[in-house]
């Protein structure tokens, strides 16, 4: 399948870019499309990680506000787990460094779950989605994020119930937040079938 950029031109460059491009692309049947207007939302890659307290059987996760949220209609504040944007260093030292500055613990074993486009309609984005096995013992401070970057987190704890709960009944939003624990619940089922 071919592609073929027209025009390309950069409409924001700030905190993420965006860019708009006409372009044509091969049809499933041999043909061109007609001439198409694009928008992709550059943002690089990042890490999310969900973290598994094995001594206490319960998750640690974050609260925080997200404007996005907010301007879909809903109050803004948003339960989710660990996540931050790679910076010059590899997926795993990235999730751990996230894991003490959000949440204060540090990882005792990452377990890889997938690697996801966040939404490939609109983003180049991925995101790197690990399950963090730590104990309580590992928490060096009570995490809240970065002043510099003006985050405002308070860390929460679900327990394994409590998890499954939200998660059944829907209550859970984020979208990665969903995934690892549907990730966790599944290879808990899995295994406990052999």
Same mark, same amino acid.
């Not at 910076?87 to 613990?105: K, L, Q, T």
């Not at 969903?178 to 052999?194: P, R």
């Given at each position: 399948? *071919?592609? !073929? $950029?027209?025009?390309? &031109?950069?409409?924001?460059?700030?905190?993420?870019?965006?860019?708009?491009? #006409?372009?044509?692309?091969?049809?499933?049947?041999?043909?061109?499309? =007609? +001439?198409? *207007?694009?928008?992709?939302?550059?943002?690089?890659?990042?890490?999310?990680?969900?973290?598994?307290?094995?001594?206490?059987?319960?998750?640690?996760?974050?609260?925080?506000?997200?404007?996005?949220? @907010?301007?879909?209609?809903?109050?803004?504040?948003?339960?989710?787990?660990?996540?931050?944007?790679?910076?010059? #260093?590899? =997926?795993? &030292?990235?999730? *751990?460094?996230?894991? $003490?500055? #959000?949440?204060? @613990?540090?990882?005792?074993?990452?377990? =890889?779950?997938?690697?996801?486009? +966040?939404? =490939?309609?609109?983003?180049? #984005?991925?995101?790197?989605? @690990?399950?963090? @096995?730590?104990?309580?013992?590992?928490?060096?401070?009570?995490?809240?994020?970065? &002043?510099? &970057?003006?985050?405002? $987190?308070?860390?929460?704890?679900?327990?394994?119930?409590?998890?499954? !709960?939200?998660?059944?009944?829907?209550? +859970?939003?984020?979208?990665?937040?969903?995934?690892?624990?549907?990730?966790?619940?599944?290879?808990?089922?899995?295994?406990?079938?052999?």
């Amino acid at each position: 399948m *071919r592609v !073929k $950029i027209l025009k390309k &031109e950069r409409l924001l460059d700030d905190f993420f870019k965006v860019d708009g491009a #006409e372009l044509i692309h091969e049809k499933f049947d041999g043909a061109w499309s =007609p +001439v198409v *207007r694009r928008l992709n939302l550059e943002r690089g890659e990042a890490v999310a990680v969900l973290i598994y307290l094995r001594d206490k059987d319960s998750f640690a996760l974050i609260r925080q506000f997200r404007y996005a949220v @907010y301007e879909a209609g809903e109050e803004g504040w948003i339960d989710e787990i660990v996540a931050g944007v790679l910076d010059d #260093e590899s =997926p795993e &030292e990235c999730a *751990r460094r996230e894991c $003490i500055e #959000e949440a204060g @613990y540090e990882i005792d074993v990452l377990e =890889p779950v997938a690697t996801i486009f +966040v939404s =490939p309609g609109i983003t180049t #984005e991925k995101i790197h989605i @690990y399950i963090g @096995y730590c104990d309580q013992s590992h928490r060096k401070h009570k995490g809240g994020g970065l &002043e510099s &970057e003006n985050e405002d $987190i308070r860390v929460i704890e679900w327990t394994r119930e409590q998890a499954l !709960k939200k998660l059944m009944n829907k209550e +859970v939003e984020d979208g990665k937040t969903v995934l690892a624990l549907q990730y966790f619940f599944l290879k808990e089922l899995m295994s406990n079938k052999k």
